[in-house]
């Protein structure tokens, strides 16, 4: 009987189904329009490298960005890709910010425009045949990361495959693919005959000589460019076609965002607020013994001990970077700190993480009250710089960040969406309202009137070639030294951005300045 039932439970085992294999995973597939734009895209890293290292910011970046933009939507429009309203808002704001690289001369304008035209390119590329994007309110860096990192090196070898494709459908690829075989083979057959008869006769040799001393230097950079450029043109390329091939993933949900940063949350709340109390009771202190330079500043009062000079430039730098770790700081524990947030459980933010966030906000604010204090009266005795007026503008920033994640700990809204506007028009304040040319005419204005005892003529030789709206008028000033600063300023000026590729509105303007001998 054992026996038997040995037997039994055998065939019962030899009878049960084995169990099926995974599938394995398709084959990538690309339609002719995919390869053809592929093939276009092999080219960008090369455009790329031609533009920005070998020409520098300027009409050719501009150029660049605009034609990545029509590139772009022009495979959008042909592959049948579905775009949101949302998403060609940031279409837009990459188009405005990429133009202005071709009327600006202000190296770090021109950066920030660069910037944030690649994110906005991004993030339109990202919202591209996706269902949602309310997942952009709370999880903004890692929509941002995921947009501009994730979808470019995730798809990075797309770009190879889809040009390779193209030579395997159609006859004429099939043609292309078979004639650049057969100039291959012929190369080395054609350098050896090439070489004999150059050794056989000077005046042939002389010809190729020539021929060859014309195109080399020319062949070879151009070749070392598109070669260097491959891994550019696949990044960008695996931005677009990532857009096209990823449909309805719900990149953006909030449920699937919700669910990559909540593999984050793995410190206890009792871990968080004891390393957030003491910055805490230090900020305190602080306060509590600098108080009467915070009253000086608000009051606009110079303290004895310190000139003007001394009393804006002590521990203003300090204080801004204090700002910046705050903010760090507040991100940290927000993301780390355990708890879960997921709408459908009911479950909020816990209130110690709400009460910290505005503690440490509230701190920050005071702080930075207290740097612009300083750097307001600087402004009122010195004049405008450059510096003063970015490092204003950051702080302006904080200050309007800070204030949002105030409210947002609250009440509930959509904080990516409304910061996203306010930075986006004050990016656009600072890079379209010509700000070098607004701290000649400050200057100016205030020295003319008497609020500033000297004007400082070397703080013109800091500005990029956009003052030149301010300062051309200066060209026919009554005062010489105005006069003279003016003219040294724009014959300084139009020596730069000699190559075509770096020509810029402001940089053209200046150039054909005329200035008295």
Known sequence: MKGAAMMT?????????????????????????????????????????????????????????????????????????????????????????????????????????????????????????????????????????????????????????????????????????????????????????????????????????????????????????????????????????????????????????????????????????????????????????????????????LPEEYSAAEYARKGFFELCTVAVINLSVIAAINLFCRYNDDENSGKRRPVILKVLTVVLSVFTLILIATAMSKMFMYISRFGLTAKRVYTTWFMLVLTVLFLLIIIRQFRCFNIARLGGIIFTVMLAALSFCQMDSLIVSYNVNAYEKGRLEEFDNTAFYDLSADAVYAIKPLLESDDESLKSAAELFIGTKQYDHNEPLEYTLSSYICRNAEISE
């Not at 043109?233 to 076609?241: A, D, K, Q, R, T």
């Open 9 to 301: 439970d055998m065939i019962d085992t030899a009878n049960i189904p084995a169990e099926k294999a995974p599938d394995p995973k398709p084959k990538e597939c690309y339609t002719a329009a995919e390869s053809i734009f592929a093939l276009i895209f092999s080219f960008s890293g090369y455009f790329f490298i031609k533009t920005f290292f070998s020409g520098g910011l300027g009409l050719g970046s501009a150029l660049f960005m605009l034609g990545f933009g029509a590139a772009a939507m022009a495979m959008f429009k042909i592959c049948g890709a579905v775009q949101s309203r949302k998403g060609i808002a940031f279409f837009i704001a990459a188009l405005v910010f990429s133009a202005n690289l071709a009327i600006t001369s202000n190296g770090l304008i021109m950066f920030l425009d660069f910037v944030y035209a690649v994110v906005m390119y991004g993030l339109w590329a990202f919202s591209v045949n996706d269902t949602g994007f309310d997942g952009a309110d709370d999880y903004l860096i890692y929509t941002i990361s995921n947009a501009v990192f994730g979808q470019s090196f995730g798809n990075m070898g797309k770009c190879p495959s889809a040009v390779f494709s193209l030579t395997k459908k159609s006859k004429c690829g099939k043609n292309i693919r078979n004639i650049l075989i057969g100039f291959i083979i012929a190369l080395p057959v054609t350098l050896i005959v090439t070489t004999l008869l150059s050794s056989a006769d000077n005046t042939f040799k002389m010809y190729i000589n020539g021929f060859f001393n014309g195109i080399t230097e020319n062949c070879v950079s151009g070749v070392l460019k598109y070669i260097f450029g491959l891994p550019l043109s696949f990044l960008m390329f695996g931005v677009v076609i990532g857009a096209v091939k990823n449909k309805k993933q719900g990149r953006l949900d909030r449920e699937h965002c919700g669910r990559v940063t909540n593999s984050f949350k793995i410190a206890p709340q009792a871990v968080v607020c004891s390393s957030v109390v003491p910055l805490c009771i230090v900020y305190l202190v602080f306060f509590f013994t600098q108080l009467r330079y915070f009253l000086s500043a608000f009051g606009n009062i």
